[in-house]
């Protein structure tokens, strides 16, 4: 990515979790940091640098809706993604009451993650919608049908196997198909690919 890389921070008492989308993150070119409770985010707000928070609902001590609370008393309006492990109606009403950005129900898919990144970055840009990068888009134009199908199931999380058999091909022709769309649109891993086609416009599908 040619600007500097934007800001995640990852907030949850879950280290495996909490680590684990960090690396996601940093595949696809965000500068991620974790946090395990929201009481450490909180004591190093002053000293971080503007970004979105992406914070589990329910933690000891502090829930993701008490941290987004207290950021907002202290005049933060960073964007927030909550997760939970658990959604039922009163929750999603609660977190959307309190302006969040996203609610994503673990385990949470890398492409909807991605998404979600993607509009809380464009929000803290003061825009209201992620607008398709113009750039991006042309690249896909680069892409043939073929690579195109593939793309897609990817964007529904299938794998190289998967997608070799819907589309009656070899798994390793199937990864000469990533090989070739990584090196037409400029992305350095396949995380970085899901993230460009997001940013031109893609999106993936809801879950079942």
Known sequence: ?????????????????????????????YAARGFSSGQSLLAS?????PGCIIADMVMPEMS???????????????PVIMLTGEADEPLVTRAMEAGIVAFL?????????????????AQLLGKADVIPDPVLVQRLTK??????????????????????????????TVKGYRRAMMKKVGA????????????????????P
Not at 3 to 25: M, N
Not at 45 to 49: D, E, Q
Not at 190 to 200: G, Q, S
Request: hydrophobic letters at 45%; aromatic letters at 8%.
């Open 64 to 78: 993701g809706i008490e941290l987004q609370r207290q950021l907002f008393d202290l005049g933060c309006r960073w």
């Open 45 to 49: 707000y002053p000293n971080l640098a």
């Open 1 to 29: 990515m040619s600007s500097p890389p934007a800001w995640v921070y990852v907030v949850d008492d879950d280290t495996e979790l909490r680590t684990g989308v960090e690396k996601w993150l940093a595949q696809a070119g």
């Open 188 to 207: 350095a891993n396949m995380m970085e690919l899901v993230m460009f086609a997001i940013r031109a416009g893609l999106h993936p599908p809801p879950k």
């Open 143 to 172: 892409l043939t049908r073929r690579e195109r199908q593939v793309l897609d199931y990817f964007l529904q999380r299938k794998l190289n196997k998967q997608i070799g058999a819907y589309l009656g091909v070899r798994e390793t």
């Open 105 to 121: 129900e673990k385990p949470v898919r890398h492409v909807e993650l991605l998404a979600a990144v993607i509009r809380a970055q």
